[in-house]
């Protein structure tokens, strides 16, 4: 299914976009602008995950040897590919959760012992850096309510500085950080760079090997169609070798399956940093979205998301509604609609098989480069019209 070429930005042929939009049976069901939250699920996921059953049922545990640890390579190379790096820089993980704590985990601490991340990162991102009473965690506070300037970073980073840890979209405002020059604030006072990307890998521009962040986390949940359960963790190339996690697993050594407890080497690539038996039939679903998402092209995404998304901020602003937004430049397509009860509203809009989210004082919606316009013009005419 290649993309045919786009002669404006945003523009997908009528035919082809009908085709996409059948890969996934949703959006004959619901009009779904949540994605954000969690992809849409496609045919070429339902498949792979059927061909996962199917072996199951024939060969059982034989078929780990035979096909499941190819298709878990096969999603290791896949990844490298679509966000810029080599496959021996990519580690799968159960959860960004689990990423974050390998990496902390791995960094000796040394003299260095402050984190610097902000009020608008996922908590999950902060949680990892708290419950360590021997890290100090600086919480920057953004001046706008949307985003953080990067001269805060540049403010709090110093000498004591272990790592910058943050986001590369924000998960409630949309805003999109400039990850390049962040790493470079980082370094330029000898700390690290570890971003979390889960909101932004699938729906913005990203080459990591033009970057030189240190570590990025990111997953299939959202963006990229293919489901919970899964983490992809990259960590730069020079810096592998002399980090040796002290969590660990079966999976991160070189002697994975001769069984010798007394012999303990870790792999000289990425795979040192998992933790364990992966999730096969997210491995599988993942394996279709990323497919799709490979075959129309990132490019084409990010030019489709963005024209979707400034077609939904004029018909909330037609519609009289208050939008908490990034500037146009630093826009994801997240957009968050300001409404006195949120849950109502997401409740009143399911009602009519419009699916969305909500996050305190906001509804919460996120369109894809299989949504259309007329969609985004229902889902913001029901909400105008909400009793």
């Known amino acids: 299914m290649p993309a045919a070429p786009h002669t404006e930005p945003g523009a997908i042929p009528a035919r082809e976009l009908a085709a996409l939009r059948a890969e996934f049976p949703i959006l004959a069901r619901k009009t ?3 994605s954000c939250s969690l992809g849409a699920l496609s045919r070429r996921s339902e498949a792979y995950l059927d061909d996962f059953r199917r072996l199951w049922h024939d060969m059982g545990a034989s078929a780990w040897y035979h096909h499941w640890l190819g298709r878990v390579e096969e999603l290791r190379t896949r990844v490298a590919g679509f966000w810029g790096s080599d496959s021996a820089e990519v580690a ?15 960094v000796p601490h040394k003299r260095r012992s402050r984190v610097v991340c902000t009020e608008l990162d996922f ?3 902060i949680y990892q850096w708290v419950v360590k009473p021997e890290v100090e965690v600086v919480v920057l506070e953004s001046r706008d309510g949307v985003s953080i300037d990067v001269e805060q970073f540049v403010e709090a980073v110093d000498e004591r500085t272990l790592f910058v ?27 690290y760079c570890l971003i979390d990307g889960y909101q932004g890998l699938g729906q913005v521009p990203l080459d990591l090997s033009a970057t030189t962040v240190d570590f990025y986390t990111g997953g299939p949940l959202k963006w990229l169609c293919g489901g919970p359960g899964l983490a992809y963790l990259y960590v730069r190339h020079d810096l592998i070798d002399d980090l040796a996690p002290r969590i660990t697993s079966w999976f991160a050594t070189e002697g994975q399956f001769d069984f010798d407890p007394r012999a303990f080497r870790f792999r000289a690539d990425a795979r040192r940093f998992e933790m364990g038996t992966p999730a096969l039939p997210t ?3 993942a394996l279709g979205g990323q497919e799709i998402v490979d075959e129309v092209g990132l490019d084409a995404v990010v030019a489709r998301n963005r024209h979707l998304t400034r077609h939904l901020v004029t018909r909330c602003r037609e519609a009289g509604f208050d939008l908490r937004l990034p500037p146009s430049d630093r826009r994801s397509a997240i957009v968050m609609i300001r409404h006195p009860d949120p849950a109502g509203a997401v409740r009143h809009l399911a009602e009519h098989d419009v699916i969305v989210d909500q996050r305190p004082g906001f509804v919460r919606v996120s369109p894809h480069f299989y949504n259309t316009e007329e969609e985004i013009d229902r889902c913001v005419g029901l909400l105008a019209r909400m009793p």
Request: hydrophobic fraction near 50%; proline fraction near 4%; glycine fraction near 4%.
């Open 32 to 34: 779904y602008l949540n």
């Open 92 to 106: 799968l993980l159960p959860s960004t959760s689990a990423a974050l704590s390998v990496i902390a985990e791995s």
């Open 123 to 125: 908590p999950t991102l």
């Open 165 to 191: 840890a943050t986001s590369h979209v924000f998960f409630s405002t949309g805003a999109v950080q400039d990850v390049s020059a962040l790493a470079e604030v980082a370094h330029d006072a000898g700390a």
């Open 283 to 285: 491995v599988h679903t």
